[in-house]
Nanobody
Framework: QVQLGESGGGLVQAGGSLRLSCAAS????????MGWYRQAPGKQCDVVAF???????DYADSVKGRFTISRDNAKNTMYLQMNSLKPEDTAVYYC?????????????WGKGTLVTVSS
C-alpha cells in the first residue's frame, strides 16, 4: 500500500545541522497530516513536528526555533531541517503519514533514521 522511507540521519557534532527526508510511495490520495517522531534510547516515542494538509505546522517545545518541517508535494517528500542540534536530539527519527479513515485517521510509518549528536 503505502511505504515511507527516511534518510538523512547520521552523526553530527552539537551545534551542527542535518536535513531528514521522508519519501512516500504507493497509493496516497489524501493526507490529513505528515509528521516526524523520534525515540531516544530507553525513551518513549514523541512527536517532533507535523504539518497538515492545509500547511499548518506545529513543533515540540524542545525543537521550536531550531527545526523546520516542510514538504514537496511534487516529489512526495517531507523534510525536517534540524539546526543547532543538541545531544538531547539523539534519537531514531520516524516519518509518519496520516490518511483519512472512517474512524478519523490511519497512520503509516517509516522504519526510522538514526540521528546522533555528539557533545
Amino acid at each position: 500500500q503505502v511505504q515511507l522511507g527516511e534518510s538523512g540521519g547520521g552523526l553530527v557534532q552539537a551545534g551542527g545541522s542535518l536535513r531528514l527526508s521522508c519519501a512516500a510511495s504507493g497509493s496516497i490520495f489524501s493526507i490529513n497530516s505528515m509528521g516526524w517522531y523520534r525515540q531516544a534510547p530507553g525513551k518513549q516515542c514523541d512527536v517532533v513536528a507535523f504539518i497538515t494538509s492545509g500547511g499548518r505546522t506545529d513543533y515540540a517545545d524542545s525543537v521550536k526555533g531550531r527545526f523546520t518541517i516542510s514538504r514537496d508535494n511534487a516529489k512526495n517528500t517531507m523534510y525536517l531541517q534540524m539546526n543547532s542540534l543538541k545531544p538531547e536530539d539523539t534519537a531514531v527519527y520516524y516519518c509518519n503519514v496520516r490518511v483519512p479513515s472512517p474512524v478519523g485517521g490511519m497512520d503509516y510509518w517509516g522504519k526510522g533514521t538514526l540521528v546522533t549528536v555528539s557533545s
